[in-house]
Antibody
Framework: QVQLVESGGGVVQPGRSLRLSCAASGFTFRSYAMHWVRQAPGKGLEWVAVISYDGSDKQYADSVKGRFTISRDKSKNTLYVEMNSLRPEDTAVYYC???????????????WGQGTLVTVSS | QSVLTQPPSVSGAPGQRVTISCTGSSSNIGAGYDVHWYQQLPGTAPKLLIYNNNNRPSGVPDRFSASKSGTSASLAISGLQAEDEADYYC??????????FGGGTKLTVL
């Protein structure tokens, strides 16, 4: 069965960095595009970034562009997001999600992890 | 403020039919990009409900249906059940912003 397990969340001071991981299993990881989606406490979903099946194409929300970097390691079946210059408004539960397609525009995110909480506070 | 506008809340009695709208513009839904819908039960991760405008993943009851026309899309839930009480989100692609979600709609089953 498809499983996505996020890790790496925690409390971090403004301006610092954090790297989140998403371990994937139960499917051919190298065949699917992967997303990061976040949800601030009590708020709606916000798309953060996507990486194509082979890592050749990456796109970011304007709110994180230049600060976050999405990447993937096919040998470890793991998705990452490196988050730099963190701000209080980055506080959220971060979900990784598998896209039904491999690249281009989303075909729908059919599997989601349980999420990991990132709190940016001094 | 999302570029995809959803009503903050809708409600209905058990057995009734409710619809949730998702209004976009010529840079997203109106440009022909697909719309997807998600259900988020309290305290859980979102679940894909509808993909590519009107397709249900395996396991999603046919009480859930969706359509798209012009710059808008809508999700319909018929035979409302207590377990349908959740937050619902639409998602599409925007030519300026990449992937975007609607602001979400809270469904209350009366």
């Amino acid at each position: 069965q498809v499983q996505l397990v996020e890790s790496g969340g925690g409390v971090v001071q403004p301006g610092r960095s954090l790297r989140l991981s998403c371990a994937a299993s139960g499917f051919t990881f190298r065949s699917y595009a992967m997303h990061w989606v976040r949800q601030a406490p009590g708020k709606g979903l916000e798309w953060v970034a996507v990486i194509s099946y082979d890592g050749s194409d990456k796109q970011y929300a304007d709110s994180v562009k230049g600060r976050f970097t999405i990447s993937r390691d096919k040998s470890k079946n793991t998705l990452y997001v490196e988050m730099n210059s963190l701000r209080p408004e980055d506080t959220a539960v971060y979900y990784c999600a598998r896209d039904r397609g491999g690249s281009g525009r989303s075909d729908g995110m059919d599997y989601w992890g349980q999420g990991t909480l990132v709190t940016v506070s001094s | 403020q999302s570029v995809l506008t959803q009503p903050p809340s809708v409600s209905g009695a058990p057995g009734q039919r409710v619809t949730i709208s998702c209004t976009g513009s010529s840079s997203n839904i109106g440009a022909g990009y697909d719309v997807h819908w998600y259900q988020q039960l309290p305290g859980t991760a979102p679940k894909l409900l509808i993909y590519n405008n009107n397709n249900r993943p395996s396991g999603v009851p046919d009480r859930f249906s969706a359509s798209k026309s012009g710059t808008s899309a809508s999700l319909a839930i018929s035979g409302l059940q207590a377990e349908d009480e959740a937050d619902y989100y639409c998602q599409s692609y925007d030519s300026s912003l990449s992937e975007v979600f609607g602001g979400g709609t809270k469904l209350t089953v009366l």
